[in-house]
């Protein structure tokens, strides 16, 4: 009989789930909320899913860590590899891997030195990316209209700084109410900064043009909230200048690092950001006095100086002297310059009226006239001429050439011809009408001048018995035959009396009388 073994037992059996299960219910009923102190170990920064996993340790032993993405978005820093922390959480266990490990809730930096440590660490990694550095400062406005506080409502730090605004220049305070100290400290503080800047300045609500963080003195744990990060560069990237009072004067945080200027107190805040009203009420009384003083010894001075240039202008007198008898020398010399000139042109139109006696415009239009026929019988002959010598160019080639081409070159030679001889009859046409026009132009000049249409109005001449015009009435002696021609004819007659100055009247017309004898005819003069 084989000996084999029972298979029977009266141990329970479990499965790996109940096991598992057990052991989850027994660590959290037995632990419950801890407070675990260790190193962070095999941190890589948040999950894809924004939970973050790793390892608390200390110099024996290790425990596995998580935070859960809500946890995580509320803490007041980041994990770093290395960092000693305490933390707090519940003990649980992962069935998965059959490890335990601690759910985080909170954590903060070990002590005092850890929190330096961090502190440090936080500013060189800001510094590093130039949000301290002093080119990025902006200046403060020397009179700003509105202040922006930005601190708890209810402190004595808010009551300090309006008071100290109302002592040293009225103006409008605009208060955002935020915690100073806690956990949300430093988003609240991130968030009223970035609301300040989003105003607009012709908004119902006015948009400050200087901002001040302000809060009492406290421990570093109480001032954790001003090194957040999300403040740091919030405070960097403000349109609005920052004036940081956070603490007393021996307390410093990352903000004060970043702020446009940092003041020692609250109170040290609102005495850099506005002036004394009643000190520059002061200067500018001062500056109002020098002013008018000034303008006043200006003023004076520039009076001497006009008196002292005036003294060395001439008078109006001796100013216009010069201009006066240059005026009166041009009037002088104005009346004899116009008889002059008018002497001047009598002469010139005289030597053109001379030019354009009738005899001579009878010459130049039988000049014009025998040139156009001369021209006119020259035509004939130069045609003829022409033609000869066409001809006799054309004699020769036209030995060379057949019937056929002669005839349609003499065809268009006749055309040639008839176009020339048209061109000739047109051109001798408008010669001869050019001329024409000219000779009728000549002819009707030759009438105006011509004493003959002085006849056609009444006029007379007077020739003597040579048959020259009489010009003057002093070369008419009593006795002397003289002849009137008018427009019909010419009368006889002869000259009694003597010639009287025509420079003093005027002449007369004659009149005409009825043709007398020779003895009893009276004188026109």
Not at 114 to 135: H, T
Not at 183 to 195: F, L
Not at 326 to 339: H, I, V
Not at 415 to 434: C, M, N, P, T, Y
Request: charged residues 25%; hydrophobic residues 40%; positive net charge.
């Amino acid at each position: 009989m084989n000996d084999t073994p029972d298979s029977t037992s009266n141990v329970a059996e479990y499965t790996v789930s109940e096991i598992s299960g057990a052991l989850k219910r027994t660590v959290e009923d037995a632990f419950g909320h801890v407070r675990v102190r260790g190193e962070i170990s095999g941190y890589r920064g948040p999950h894809s899913s924004g939970h973050a996993y790793f390892s608390l340790k200390d110099d024996r032993a290790r425990i596995e860590a998580v935070i859960w993405r809500g946890s995580m978005s509320r803490m007041r820093f980041l994990p770093e590899e290395g960092m000693e922390v305490i933390a707090t959480g519940k003990l649980t266990t992962y069935s998965g891997s059959s490890k335990y490990q601690i759910v985080i809730e909170q954590m903060e930096p070990a002590g005092a030195g850890a929190l330096m440590a961090l502190l440090e660490e936080r500013k060189r990694k800001l510094a590093a990316e130039g949000l301290f550095d002093a080119a990025a400062k902006q200046l403060l406005p020397y009179m700003p209209r509105v202040i922006g506080v930005i601190t708890s409502p209810t402190g004595a730090v808010i009551r300090d700084i309006i008071h100290r605004i109302t002592d040293r220049f009225p103006l409008h305070v605009i208060v955002w109410p935020v915690r100073v100290q806690g956990d949300t400290s430093g988003p609240e503080v991130a968030a009223a900064i970035s609301g300040f800047n989003a105003l607009q300045p012709d908004g119902p609500l006015p948009r400050p043009d200087v901002l001040i963080v302000a809060r009492g003195g406290g421990s570093l744990e109480d001032l954790w909230g001003f090194n957040d990060e999300i403040v740091v560069r919030t405070v960097a990237a403000s349109d609005i200048p920052v004036i940081s009072a956070v603490g007393h004067e021996t307390d410093w945080t990352l903000i004060d690092l970043a702020a446009d200027i940092r003041a020692p107190t609250p109170t040290g805040a609102a005495e850099m950001a506005v002036p004394v009203k009643a000190d520059l009420q002061a200067t500018v009384a001062s500056l109002a006095a020098r002013l008018s003083s000034g303008m006043s010894r200006f003023l004076s001075q520039r009076r001497q100086t006009q008196r002292a240039l005036s003294r060395a202008l001439p008078s109006a007198d001796q100013f216009l002297a010069l201009s006066r008898r240059r005026f009166d020398e041009s009037a002088a010399r104005l009346g004899r310059a116009l008889q002059a000139n008018t002497q001047k042109k009598r002469t010139g139109f005289g030597g053109h009226a001379r030019q354009l006696s009738p005899r001579l415009l009878q010459r130049r239009i039988t000049e014009r006239r025998r040139q156009t026929e001369t021209t006119a019988s020259r035509l004939p002959n130069c045609l003829k001429a022409y033609l000869r010598e066409r001809r006799s160019r054309f004699s020769v080639p036209a030995g060379r050439l057949s019937p056929e081409p002669i005839r349609r070159h003499a065809e268009r030679a006749y055309h040639v011809l008839g176009q020339f001889d048209r061109r000739r009859d047109r051109a001798v046409h408008l010669i001869l009408e050019k001329q024409n026009r000219r000779s009728g132009e000549l002819e009707r000049l030759m009438r105006t001048l011509s004493y003959e249409s002085v006849l056609e109005r009444g006029f007379a001449i007077v020739f003597d018995a040579a048959g020259n015009p009489v010009k003057l009435a002093a070369s008419v002696h009593s006795g002397d035959a003289l002849a009137l021609r008018f427009r019909d004819g010419d009368v006889q007659t002869v000259a009694t009396g003597g010639s009287r100055p025509s420079s003093e009247s005027r002449p007369r017309k004659a009149q005409p009388k009825p043709a007398k004898t020779s003895g009893g005819q009276g004188s026109l003069f």
